[in-house]
């Protein structure tokens, strides 16, 4: 389809293990974000890509998490040694530019054991 | 502290009539501001967005308003249908002035159309 894809759409882990997050944005968006929204909560911004610049990490809460854009199309988000907090959903947007509407991926719902 | 505050957390209304959906915001320097609807397992979807310049934007049935002294702006949904039954976010432009779109959300109002 020609919408932001996120895979998977579901993850079940155990608290302490390693879970990498994909999302394939609109062919040609050079903006992508990551959110999280935990149970109750709005979008938490987490990450933010444009081009080739360096992303803006502000919003990612711990030093396990990372996040990277290969050749400025897919980005994968990881979290290391997860914890029962990072249970979530994971939404991945994309644009055109910095100040266009964003579009959005249906997620991935991460739940920690 | 929240930046942006969706003060009710659910809201009903009957078919036909107007739904109004609020949304507060503590910055005085934000300057741009979107509405998204989201229904269940799905990402949010763009509704509807105003510029601090301007105090309403109006896209079919879909309508917001900008209070900038109050700090506050509204959706208004008229006529309301039972497809507009999801979760509607507010969220501002959180590098206001700057170059990145980063977006800081509400928690959502989640609307219920009735038949």
């Known amino acids: 389809g020609a919408g932001v894809s996120q895979s998977p759409s579901n993850k079940v882990t155990e608290k302490g293990k390693d879970v990498e997050l994909r999302c394939d944005p609109i062919s040609g968006h050079t903006a992508l974000y990551w959110y999280r929204q935990s149970l109750g909560q709005g979008l938490e911004f987490l990450i933010y890509f444009q081009g080739n610049s360096a992303p803006d990490k502000s919003g990612l809460p711990s030093d396990r998490f990372s996040a990277e854009r290969t050749g400025g199309s897919v980005s994968t988000l990881t979290i290391q040694r997860t914890q029962q907090e990072d249970s979530a959903v994971y939404l991945c947007?994309?644009?055109?530019?910095?100040?266009?509407?964003?579009?959005f991926g249906d997620g991935t719902r991460l739940s920690i054991l | 502290d929240q930046q942006v505050k969706q003060n009710s957390p659910s809201l009903s209304v009957q078919e036909g009539r107007i739904s109004i959906l609020n949304c507060d915001y503590t910055n005085s320097m934000f300057d741009y501001f979107l509405w998204y609807k989201k229904y269940p397992a799905e990402g949010p979807t763009f509704l509807i967005s105003?510029?601090?310049?301007?105090d309403k934007n109006e896209d079919g049935r879909f309508t917001v308003f900008l209070n900038k002294s109050a700090k506050h702006l509204s959706l208004h949904i008229v006529p309301s249908q039972p497809g507009d039954s999801a979760v509607y976010f507010c969220a501002s432009r959180g590098n206001y002035g700057g170059s990145q779109g980063n977006l800081i959300f509400g928690k959502g109002t989640k609307l219920s159309v009735k038949p």
């Open positions: 105003i510029s601090s310049i301007k």
């Open positions: 947007a994309s644009s055109s530019g910095p100040l266009e509407s964003q579009h």
